[in-house]
């Protein structure tokens, strides 16, 4: 952890896989070029449970959390941009300046990245330092709560970038986890239509319809394929978006692709996925495009990237994200929050950590 002056913070600190505590760390010191954050609000991400409980991070001990906007505290030599008191969103990747992928502005297809909440220290805590390059001042009638879901709203927008997505096309979406919901919320503004989106939990279910969109099926009560076809004429979508990981939905959204279509693989991998010759014979035959979506693009000098969209929907209201957070969790009940999340006991959609108002 970065190491500070005798002022003191409280943060959730994973020692080992499975073993997080509630503790008193050093405030993270301020460097030349870079910024404290107080942290307003940190979502959890899919991607954080397994890094807590089954995976582990890069190294030990480490402050998970990635998705989080906060105010400035304080300000190192040389930043020029922010002041305290400025609200702002936090691009996590730190990559390096000699990378090829870099050049072109691509960070996340970078190497040897550092990463605020994996790799270093992230915001289940209450302050983090980032370089200023990394911020993003947050529109002042969007929420630090809605900002703190900039990062998954960026990986969701970027998805249907990814899948060029155009007026009118069908889309199917297979998991209506957070991302999944923005996705479909992206896909409307987009003008796609019809979009078809599939879970196994009413609740999510419930919340798409309560976002208006009528076609939201269980997909344990339906026969996806017939679904499919029956809004498609038979043709099948131009897109799938397969957002929940598990190999049924993979299989599932190769299966309802058209001729040409594209699959969007986006949901992390819960276990290895099989493909039968039958099905892949199927995919050949129809030349659909397979693509991978990792993360979203972020400018530093441009006006025009994911992040940037994201909050200018939030802002324009576009963007309705409010109805997926479910939990408000204060820091020193977060290790209780992240183990509910673990083993599935209640039920969630996005869960937000913050600090205690001082």
Known sequence: MNQSSD???EAIVLHGIGDLRYEKVPVPEVEPGKVRVRIG???VCGSDIPRCFSKGTYSFPTICGHEFAGTVEACGEGVQQFQAGDRVAVFPLLWREDHAACEQGKYAQSDGYDYLGSRSDGAFSEYVVAPERNLIRV???????EAAMTEPAAV???AVRRAKVRLGDSVAVFGLGPIGLM???WLKASGAGPVLLFDIQPEKLEIAR???FEHAYDSREVNVSEIVDELTSGHGVHVAIEAAGVPPTMLAAIEVARRAGRVVMLGNPAADVTLPATLIS???RREIDILGVWNSDFSVYSDDDDWRTVLAAMASGILNLKPLITHRVPLVDGIAALEMMHAQSEFFTKVLIHPESK
């Not at 529109?139 to 709560?145: D, K, T």
């Open 7 to 9: 002022s003191q913070m």
């Open 41 to 43: 609000f940190c979502g």
């Open 139 to 145: 529109p002042e009638n969007v929420s630090l709560e």
């Open 156 to 158: 969701a927008l970027h």
């Open 183 to 185: 996705v479909a919320q």
């Open 210 to 212: 309560k976002l208006g």
């Open 282 to 284: 199927q995919a050949m």
